[in-house]
């Protein structure tokens, strides 16, 4: 896949697990990996670039005698969520019309 | 390898990041290794599905922007040499100036050269593409000459060429378009892939 299109695509996929409730790192993979292909290493980039663009932000709590941060999305992450949905709509609009356009060619 | 061992060396390798940037990544990766383990891994195991540090370490400084590798390459160098080395440098670099100005500037002339050169061939594609469509729609409007004028098969003649032309532009001018995009991405890749250069020689 495209680098930069995987990219979006982890990112609002990180964002919609947040919508559901705050949660860290390890958790995050875990509930990601059935949906889509991540790890530990391609996160930790992913999660700096949305605390960076205000979509996230970072607390920590402390577990088992050591901290352990949490994500919790932001109004902007959630905005992020809703401009991704809309971009997606054009773009199974677009998908709709190329795989239309590749049945008719493999007909004639 | 054991926790500790692999934050050590991963530490080692993203020493010359930005100082808070090191302790975020040592902070998340420590992180990730307790709760795989109280998941149930055994510690190498846990350490071991993350990768080598050298893998994430070349990831994070290749993510870095270009300025920013440049800058920490020179702070690096900076940091190494003593005032007086420093001194005796800046000496030689004017003493010597005849001998690295012409260098400098012919490696400056190769770079811009390089990209006019690729921008040369982008604009000469499109350039060609363009004017076999316009040759095209000359040669029909030649035609009516050649009606007018009652030579009727040098008119037909006329047509046909040029219909088959402006066919011709048209493949062309999308030949051109995924040409100059093929272009593009191999730049991006050749930019990416010097950047990877200076990022694996800090390594070596």
């Not at chain 1, 509930?31 to 991540?38: A, C, Y």
């Not at chain 2, 050590?8 to 990766?29: A, C, F, G, Q």
């Not at chain 2, 998941?39 to 350490?47: F, K, L, N």
């Not at chain 2, 670099?93 to 012919?106: A, E, G, R, T």
Request: proline residues 2%.
């Amino acid at each position: 896949m495209d680098i930069q299109l995987k990219r979006g695509l982890l990112e609002a996929c990180v964002l919609a697990e947040l919508d559901k409730g705050d949660s860290y790192g390890y958790q995050i993979v875990k509930d990601l990996s059935g949906v889509v292909e991540i790890s530990e290493s391609t996160l930790y980039p992913i999660l700096k670039r949305l605390e960076a663009s205000e979509c996230l932000r970072v607390f920590s709590v402390e577990h088992n005698g050591r901290l352990r941060r949490y994500y919790r999305i932001t109004e902007t992450g959630r905005k992020k969520i809703k401009e991704f949905l809309n971009e997606w709509e054009e773009v199974t609009n677009v998908y709709a019309f190329i795989s239309g356009i590749n049945k008719g060619g493999q007909q004639s | 390898m054991t926790k500790r061992e692999f934050l050590d060396k991963l530490r080692l390798e993203i020493r010359n990041l930005p100082y808070d940037e090191v302790e975020k990544t040592i902070t998340y990766y420590e992180e990730m290794i307790s709760d795989r383990m109280e998941d149930g891994a055994t510690e190498a195991e846990a350490v071991a599905s993350l990768g080598t540090s050298e893998s994430i370490a070349r990831d994070l400084q290749a993510n870095q922007p270009f300025s920013a590798i440049i800058k920490r390459k020179v702070n690096d160098y900076k940091s190494k040499r003593s005032p007086e080395s420093t001194a005796l440098i800046i000496v030689l670099l004017v003493v010597l100036f005849p001998f690295w100005f012409p260098v400098l500037m012919s490696a400056l002339g190769v770079i811009v050269s390089f990209f006019a050169a690729i921008g040369a061939i982008i604009i000469a594609l499109w350039a060609i593409s363009v004017s076999i469509g316009i040759g095209g729609i000359a040669l029909i409007i030649a035609s009516t000459f050649g009606f007018a004028s009652s030579y009727i098969p040098t008119g037909f003649f006329s047509i046909g060429i040029g219909i088959a032309l402006i066919g011709l532009a048209i493949i062309a001018i999308i030949g051109s378009f995924y040409a100059t995009k093929g272009i593009i991405k191999l730049l991006e890749l050749f930019i990416h892939a010097i950047k990877k250069l200076f990022v694996r020689r800090a390594h070596a």
